[in-house]
């Protein structure tokens, strides 16, 4: 059994810079689930510049605080809208920074949960799919199954909670085997009781 010396640390990045994002009422919902297992803080991608090979000598502010919230990420929650069943630009971008300079990637061998919604009956899985290719040729460790919601303007209220019980057990589901990954794979934040 494992007694959490403090609680995993999770960086959660949403992939849409829209002020109403779905995918971020889906992010607020998922770490509302994860309640008590892990500790989530938002990593702010809207504000990163376009990447430039350029300006690795002397990285950009934003690009050096969102490298190292990653850093003390002990896995990371991706929740991403599909923009022409892709990945959306502004989450590309985060992910080519996060990527650079070359040997001191923040996602090798990080543990990750992607999923994402989309108004659409596919629920966004394209842009998953793309963005697994592209997090595990980066050398993450992803959480595994396929977590598509299909966005319903009532599935998520104010407070974060999903009116949806067969969603809420489906996506608790996700978030439990989330957390029991990263803290397998984070063992400077456990310890083992005798129990
Ligand atoms: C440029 C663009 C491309 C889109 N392409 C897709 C798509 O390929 N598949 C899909 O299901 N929805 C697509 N949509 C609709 C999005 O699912 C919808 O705008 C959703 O609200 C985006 O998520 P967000 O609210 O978190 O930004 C697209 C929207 C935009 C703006």
Redesign the pocket.
């Given at each position: 059994m494992l007694n959490p010396v403090h609680l995993p640390r999770i960086a959660v990045i949403?992939?849409?810079n829209?002020r109403?994002?779905?995918?971020?009422k889906l992010a607020q919902a998922l770490v509302r689930l994860g309640a008590g297992k892990f500790e989530a803080s938002f990593a702010r991608i809207d504000d990163l510049p376009m990447y430039n090979q350029d300006n690795e000598g002397n990285l950009p502010p934003a690009v050096v605080r969102f490298k190292s919230e990653l850093a003390r990420a002990d896995g990371v929650l991706i929740v991403t809208?599909?923009?022409?069943?892709?990945i959306?630009a502004v989450l590309k971008n985060a992910i080519d920074w996060g990527a650079r300079p070359w040997g001191k990637s923040s996602w090798t061998g990080k543990p990750a949960f992607i999923t994402g919604?989309?108004?659409?009956a596919?629920?966004?899985a394209?842009?998953q799919q793309h963005l697994r290719s592209v997090m595990t040729g980066l050398g993450m460790i992803l959480l595994g199954g396929e977590a598509y919601v299909t966005?319903k303007p009532n599935l998520i209220d104010e407070h974060g909670a999903i009116g949806d019980d067969s969603t809420n057990k489906f996506l608790q589901d996700f978030v439990d085997r989330f957390a029991h990954l990263v803290t397998r794979l984070a063992p400077a934040t456990v310890e083992r009781s005798a129990a």
């Open positions: 949403v992939g849409s829209r109403d994002s779905i995918n971020r809208p599909e923009h022409d069943r892709s959306p919604t989309s108004p659409g596919i629920g966004s394209l842009a966005f």
